[in-house]
């Protein structure tokens, strides 16, 4: 199975935002397995929706889309799975030493440590992180 989560619209459709394909044979269209699958989830379409999520795949695909505020705060009060997450997500956002870490990652290309050991230490690395980051990143829920 695989599952593509796209933060825009791929497929024409306006509405549908999630779309599940099989792989069958082209002149009998007998299906080559039941496990074989590729789904794409289109975050942007479910921005649009304007109600309550009437499942778990739309809450989590709502939670991903950046969802903020009180229609968050309900979401999570109904799923567990995203109540724990948002936890997870706060406790990350205050600790300085876990933001550093993540901006080391996604701006400098890699963990600081790996760098240490194969003896590539950068200048800007020596002389500390904070002048080539961002101040308050927040990045998506889901990156892409």
């Given at each position: 199975?695989?599952?593509n ?5 791929w ?12 792989v069958?044979d082209?002149?009998?269209?007998e299906?080559?397995s039941?496990d074989?699958e590729?789904h794409?989830l289109?975050?942007?379409k479910?921005?649009?929706?304007r109600?309550?999520p009437?499942d778990?795949l ?14 968050l705060?309900?979401i ?11 936890t ?8 300085k030493?876990?933001?550093?870490l993540?901006l080391?990652r996604?701006?400098a290309?890699g ?5 240490r050991r ?6 800007k690395a ?5 002048s ?12 892409l």
């Amino acid at each position: 199975m695989v599952i593509n989560i796209l933060a825009f619209d791929w497929f024409q459709d306006k509405e549908r935002y999630h779309r599940a394909f099989h792989v069958r044979d082209d002149e009998t269209g007998e299906l080559l397995s039941d496990d074989l699958e590729v789904h794409f989830l289109e975050l942007e379409k479910v921005k649009r929706v304007r109600r309550r999520p009437k499942d778990a795949l739309e809450s989590w695909m709502m939670y991903l889309s950046n969802l903020e505020g009180e229609e968050l705060e309900a979401i999570a009060m109904d799923n567990p799975g995203i109540r724990k997450s948002l936890t997870i997500e706060q406790s990350f956002w205050q600790s300085k030493k876990e933001r550093r870490l993540y901006l080391h990652r996604q701006f400098a290309g890699g963990s600081p440590g790996r760098r240490r050991r194969r003896g590539k230490v950068t200048k800007k690395a020596r002389k500390g992180t904070s002048s080539i980051y961002p101040q308050n990143p927040r990045p998506a829920r889901c990156f892409l």
